[in-house]
C-alpha cells in the first residue's frame, strides 16, 4: 500500500497540495483524474521520491519515501518523457535499461515490443520514432521488468485504439494475476472505467470518487 499522510507541495510560493491524505491499496487499478496542469504529474513525482513534499509523509508498505530510500523500490514508472539515446535503436536502449537491475532479458523484451506491435521498428533509430512508437517504447520501459508498483503518467496518450485495447488487457490481467497495482492518470476521463478506484484532483486536494 502507497500512503499519504498530511502531504503538501508548493512551487514558486503557489499550493499545488495541502495536506493530502491518500491510500492506494494493492491488487488494484487506481485512477488519478484531473485536467491539465491539475498536478497530476506532480503526485506522481511526489509518490516516486522525485520531488520532494513540504510538509508530511509518503510511505511504501513498510518504508518512507526520503527516509528509508530516496526513491520508491520494484516500481515501474512512466512519467514524461524519458531520456533515450537519439541514436541508439528503441531495442539498444530498453537493453541499456535491463542491464541496471538483470532481470528482464532480451527475449522477454522482445515479446513485449511484438505485444504492442513495436516488433518491425524496433531496430530502428529512436530519433526516427513517430509519437506513438515513442510512446510505445515508455510503455514497455516501465513494465518489461513486471515490477510490484506500475506508475503510469497519460499512458494512453498518443496510442491508437489498437494499442490503447492492448495495454489494458494486458494491465487489467497483469494486476489481477500478480497482485500488484497499478497508479495512472489521464486528462480525459475516457479511461476512468478501466478503474476499481478513481481519485479527483479538486483544487489543492485529492478525493477519492469510488
Known sequence: MITLENVSKSYNDINIFEHIQLEFPENKKCFIEG?????????LKLICGFSIPDEGKIKVNDYEIGK???FIQNAGICINSPEFFENLSGMDNLLEIAKIKKIVTE??????CKLFELDEDIEKKYKY???????????IQAI??????????EP????????????????????????H???????????????????????????RVT
Open 129 to 139: 520514432y513517430s509519437l506513438g512508437m515513442r510512446q510505445k517504447l515508455r510503455i
Open 68 to 70: 528509508d530510500f530516496d
Open 144 to 153: 518489461m521488468e513486471e515490477p510490484k508498483i506500475l506508475i503510469l503518467d
Open 35 to 43: 485536467i491539465n496542469g491539475s498536478g497530476k504529474s506532480v503526485l
Open 107 to 112: 527475449d522477454k523484451i522482445h515479446q513485449f
Open 181 to 207: 497495482f497499478l497508479i495512472y492518470t489521464s486528462h480525459t476521463k475516457e479511461y476512468k472505467d478501466f478503474a476499481d478506484i478513481i481519485y479527483s484532483i479538486d483544487g489543492r486536494t485529492i478525493k
Open 156 to 179: 494512453f496518450d498518443a496510442l491508437d485504439k489498437k494499442s490503447n485495447e492492448t495495454l489494458k488487457v494486458y494491465l487489467d490481467d497483469f494486476i489481477k494475476k500478480t497482485g
